[in-house]
């Protein structure tokens, strides 16, 4: 998670976004730690420097769609053609955004051992793999500047 840095001169409280000097990371997951079916364990964060642009892209492509839920990979229905042809949207969307980047760390639950490394407690292992995918992110963009 990142605390952006907000200049003094520009922020407004109806323009959140505007004078936000450091990238926004949002964090998701994919899989259940404690499930014994999900063989693996995937935590992602987006960091973008300008989330009200990439957010007003994807928006224009749920819009066009009528389409509001969270966009999930399986489940009953699976993916259909709407699903996979907004998926790809707003993957273009992504790839053509400047200030932006995925980074992600996946967990083979079969070679992880939860009980030896972290005592069976799921809130360290889901804690200390965001902390180590945080300081991935951290670490490249220090170099950066």
């Known amino acids: 998670m990142a605390f952006p840095i907000i200049s003094r001169k520009s922020a407004s409280p109806l323009e959140p976004w505007q004078g936000i000097e450091t990238p926004v990371y949002f964090l998701d997951e ?11 364990f995937g935590l992602g964060i987006l960091s973008c420097e300008r989330p009200q642009a990439l957010y007003k892209e994807i928006r224009k492509i749920r819009s066009r769609n009528s389409f509001y839920t969270e966009i999930k990979w399986g489940g009953k229905k699976g993916m259909g053609r709407l699903k996979f042809n907004i998926c790809r949207e707003i993957y273009r969307v992504f790839n053509n955004s400047t200030g932006v980047s995925f980074t992600s760390l996946i967990i083979d639950k079969k070679v992880m051992d939860f009980q030896t490394y972290f005592r069976g407690n799921l809130w360290n292992v889901y ?12 670490g490249s963009n220090s170099k950066k500047s």
């Open 30 to 40: 994919s899989g259940l730690l404690n499930n014994a079916h999900d063989r693996y």
């Open 127 to 138: 804690k200390s793999f965001t902390i180590a995918l945080l300081k991935m992110i951290i």
